[in-house]
Each structure stands twice: as C-alpha cells, then as structure tokens.
C-alpha cells in the first residue's frame, strides 16, 4: 500500500495526470474532496476565488491506513501523510496561457506565474522539513501520458530516484 502526492502550482497539470491514474489500480482522491469529507473547509476566500482548507488539521485528520494503493490530486497534497511526493512543474509563460484559457483573474494567474517562479511549492516541502522520495517532472512541452509513464516507472521502481531539491530553476532560464 502507498499513498502518493502529486503537487505543484495550479495548473501544471495535476489533474490531468491523476485522471490517467483511474485506469489502474490506484483509488483516486483530491484534497478538495478531503477536505470536504473531514470537514476541514473554511470559507469561500474571495481574493483567491476558492474555498480556504484547513489542511493542518487535514492533516491530522487523513487516515492513511487506507486499503488500497492512493494518488491525492492537489496543491496542498504535500502536507498530507504520504509516501512518497510528486511535483510537476511548467514555465511561467505556459502557466501564464493555461491559466488565461482557465478564465483566472489577473491577479490570480499573476500570484500562480508568481508562486511557480521562485518553485514556492519546494519551499513548502524544505520548510515542512518533508522526508519522503520526491520526483520532479516538468510538463511543459510534455505529453500527458509520457508524465504519466514516468511516475508510474518511478513507482515501479520503488521511487528510488530521490530529489531533495528543485532540479529546475525558471529564474535561471
Ligand atoms: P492542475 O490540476 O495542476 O491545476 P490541470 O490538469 O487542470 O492542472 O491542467 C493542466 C493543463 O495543462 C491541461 O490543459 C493539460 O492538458 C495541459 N498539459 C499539457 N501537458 C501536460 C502534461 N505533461 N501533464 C499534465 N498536463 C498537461
Ligand atoms: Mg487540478
């Protein structure tokens, strides 16, 4: 049984790969739907235009002693007690149009370019001091299914290929 993260900045395609997941044997959530479940939403935040999750106490909630091998779908699946952690990332600019086609608020695509920029979500995981394998991938000029056929090498594998920090650095470009 393992329970695998896959994170990253909205719209680097998280979902998009965990939907290639529900053909195998991997019991699929989301933290959104987590959230929902343990009762851990806060209100409607109207700056970011989403629901606020209290993912600590998500957290402390998420029964990881699940039957089934998992994939959790979500920007704050880090935080959860998983096995193992998957990032995807993607150039700002790419970002910047995924976001734009999605119907963001400026100011929202402008705090997602931002925060995929200086790789907040790895500052997350070096802050939360996070120990588990974690892959990294970039998406941005990949095939969906040939991210997908890396993760699942990479499971496969026991994920033994182990980043403890960003490999890419879009500042660097
Ligand atoms: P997220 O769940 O991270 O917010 P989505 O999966 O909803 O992101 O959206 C990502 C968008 O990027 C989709 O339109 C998807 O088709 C596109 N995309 C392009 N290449 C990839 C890739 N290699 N992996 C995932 N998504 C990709
Ligand atoms: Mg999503």
Redesign the pocket.
Known sequence: MSIIAIT??????????VELFSEGDFTIMSVKDLAKQYGCEGDFDESAQSMDIDIHRLAEQFESDLLDDAIV?G?LSHFLEVDAIVI?R?NPSMLQE?LA?RGYSEQKIKANVEWEMIAGTWSEMIEFELDQPILELD?TN???N??YEEIIEWINDGHSQNSRQARIDWLAE
């Open positions: 990253g900045t909205p719209g680097v395609g998280k979902t998009t790969i779908d920007h995807l993607c995924r086609k998406t990949c095939d969906p040939k991210t």
